[in-house]
């Protein structure tokens, strides 16, 4: 016991020192990751195959690699579902590429492409924006309404290449419209035609499912495993909107930035409270404890999140090692079982 005390002292040791260099992203010093044993990653991919709620974060700022706070490996083992939100990186960048497909492949965390889905914000150079465009300007009618329903597809299409050409997930539709023509039932319509291709569809078989992915993507792609078990989800700042995807959705990320609770239109499984870790990093994340604490009436809620979760890795006095409290509120949440 004493030689076991003796290096868990030596671990926290160290760990100390390694997080007074990690401050310093400019450091030519490069950090490597504890690895553990195949037992270890098992029970960790158990775990979060299992139904439990769930933790979540939108990542970003990967593209320095010289720090832990910025690596896929550095975030918390049992983080259930990461939103990439600082965009797929190119795949020249074997370095990240390795991370990502260790953190997805053997720690069992999930990998979402994300988005503001605003299709009048995206530039005319996209396909699906010069038949958007085109389709705009046609006079109303039955061929304008097809036209347009057709660059929706296109636009699902183009997000739902980024998940299965790189071997993701799943998606995150950041649904913020604010005035965008690709809102209400044009979004239900573009998020419907990604549904054939991810998410819990009822209304589509998994045969299909892999017969649509087998057209689009090859048989090489349709053969992987899990193929037709990627996720779709939807993420918006109110509960009460787009009920009538449920059906279609994996999960609500909702931004909760405030720090509420209530399932609104969705139902209390599903829905995924997320605080705002972007902004409040240097508080006491006080919004996170409520949100992992939170029990529904009855059943379970989806589980908790953060946005820019990686801001938790900073050592302050309100955080004195990194992911402390990020950590702290998975336990909250899924208390471990001794």
């Given at each position: 016991m004493r030689t076991i005390n003796y290096l868990l002292t030596l671990i926290v040791g160290m760990g100390g020192l390694m997080v007074s260099c990690d401050t310093d992203i400019e450091s030519e010093s490069i950090q490597h990751p504890y690895t553990?044993?195949?037992?270890?990653?098992?029970?960790?991919?158990?775990?979060?195959?299992?139904?439990?709620?769930?933790?979540?974060?939108?990542?970003?700022?990967y593209g320095a690699q010289n720090s832990m706070g910025v690596r896929f490996m550095g975030l918390p083992d049992s983080l259930d579902i990461c939103s990439m939100w600082g965009g797929i990186p190119a795949k020249e960048n074997t370095d990240i590429w390795e991370e990502i497909r260790f953190v997805q492949k053997v720690k069992g965390t999930k990998m979402l492409a994300v988005a503001i889905t605003r299709i009048d914000a995206?530039?005319?150079?996209?396909?699906?924006k010069k038949a958007y465009n085109e389709?705009?300007?046609?006079?109303?009618?039955?061929?304008?309404?097809?036209?347009?329903?057709?660059?929706?597809?296109?636009?699902?299409?183009?997000?739902?290449?980024?998940?299965?050409?790189?071997?993701?997930?799943?998606?995150?539709?950041?649904?913020?419209?604010?005035?965008d023509f690709l809102s209400g039932t044009n979004f239900e319509y573009f998020y419907k035609h990604m549904a054939k291709y991810m998410g819990p569809n009822p209304d589509i078989t998994k045969e299909e499912r892999l017969k649509l992915?087998?057209?689009?993507?090859?048989?090489?792609?349709?053969?992987q495993e899990g193929i037709c078990d990627k996720m779709l989800n939807i993420d918006q700042t109110s509960a009460n909107q787009m009920a009538s995807l449920v059906p279609y959705s994996n999960y609500c990320f909702l931004q909760a930035y405030s720090g509420g609770t209530g399932a609104g239109s969705w139902p209390d499984e599903k829905v995924v409270y997320c605080c705002n870790m972007g902004d409040n990093w240097q508080g006491t994340?006080?919004?996170?404890?409520?949100?992992a604490r939170y029990k529904p009436a009855s059943g379970r809620k989806g589980g908790f999140g953060a946005f820019f979760i990686h801001r938790d890795y900073n050592v302050h006095e309100n955080n004195p090692y990194p992911?402390?409290?990020?950590r702290e509120c998975i336990q909250i949440q899924n208390p471990a079982i001794h």
């Open positions: 553990y044993s195949d037992l270890y990653y098992q029970n960790l991919r158990d775990f979060k195959a299992s139904d439990h709620e769930i933790s979540f974060g939108w990542f970003a700022q995206e530039t005319d150079d996209h396909d699906f389709a705009k300007a046609m006079p109303d009618g039955e061929e304008r309404t097809a036209a347009l329903n057709r660059s929706f597809e296109m636009y699902a299409e183009y997000f739902l290449d980024q998940v299965f050409l790189n071997d993701l997930d799943g998606f995150d539709a950041d649904y913020e419209p604010e005035g992915i087998e057209e689009r993507y090859g048989k090489e792609i349709a053969s994340m006080e919004s996170m404890y409520n949100q992911y402390k409290r990020f």
